[in-house]
């Protein structure tokens, strides 16, 4: 990565920030998106991962100006992000679908939120970005879904356009599934880890070729990784209204039949063994959790400052410190 964090006058030319584009099966818009990025941004680090494609993906990335690795087979969206993310020589990253959805002049628009103190920033796509009706209604639920568990309104939880600071969105990236629902995963990862996460709206463009998401199946996924990241994060948020349900449902139980026949069951019983070793069960949790949280930072070598220095209780600290020794980037792999 840069020694010297990038600054608002150069992104005019891209210069300290990775521009990263997972690919899979996108020669037909791959080669224009990069050019037009290029032409945007001349002195960024556009990289291209191609995801196992076999119909010149790679090679079309690569005669437009990209840095292009490949993997040898398909791997998922996510090992695509992953690939990028351990690749990335920019202080910054920002992550972009290949297929021409997304705008190069909205790229400034998430710098700014970097510049300003932010880990993470979301492009967050108004009305009439969406693919279709039906898919619009499901993003809309999850969004709901995942504002209700982490307790801050999400307007776009899935958009796969968003920018971070590098070392930071490395500290997750061992958490990111390889599927398509890394946004879903590093958005509440980021959120659950109190590191500060801004949006900023978007128009989306119609895709070139065709989707590769499947609305049931990756609906399905993207919920239950709602639940995993919540409970990896925040396991309370989860255990504890869980304990609360059963010990309702247990007292409930226990007034009916006492009222009606003036006794104790073993059902109300079980429901209050129950309700007591749920609660246990996230208290353990909530402290794994903290141990789990001080390693993803750690990892990540913590949200680094535009100045150099690290974040201290969410402040800003301009000591001066050794820079750590940094091995040289992996050279690119063009297979």
Known sequence: MTDSPPSPASWATGAGITIALPA????????????????????????????????????????????????????????????????????????MDADGQHDADDVPKLLTLLDQGYALAVGARTKGSQANRVRGVGNALLNRFASLLTGRHIPDLTSGFRAARTRAFQGFVYLLPNGFSYPTTSTM??????????????????????????????????????????TLFSPMRVFLPASILLFTMGAVRYLYVYLESARLTNMPVLLFVASM????????????????????????????DDLGGRWSDGIPSNEEETAPETKPPPPDIIA
């Not at 128009?203 to 919540?230: C, E, H, P, Q, Y």
């Open 189 to 230: 990862a980021f959120m659950r880890s109190g590191l500060p996460v801004g949006f900023v709206p978007i128009v989306a463009g119609k895709r070139i070729g065709t989707s590769k998401i499947n609305l049931i199946r990756d609906g399905f996924r993207f919920f239950v990784t709602i639940l995993k990241v919540i």
């Open 24 to 95: 899979y099966y996108e020669v037909g818009a791959v080669g224009a998106t990069v050019a037009k990025l290029r032409q945007h941004f001349p002195d960024a680090d556009i990289l291209v991962v191609d995801d196992g494609s076999g119909d010149g993906t790679g090679e079309a990335a690569a005669k437009a100006g990209a840095r292009v690795i490949r993997h040898p087979h398909n791997m998922g969206n996510g090992a695509a992000i992953k690939t990028c993310a351990r690749n990335a020589r920019g202080r910054y990253v920002v992550f």
């Open 277 to 304: 070793l749920t609660f246990l069960i996230g208290l353990v949790s909530e402290q794994i959790t903290s141990l789990h949280l001080g390693v993803s930072l750690a990892r990540g070598d913590g949200a680094i």
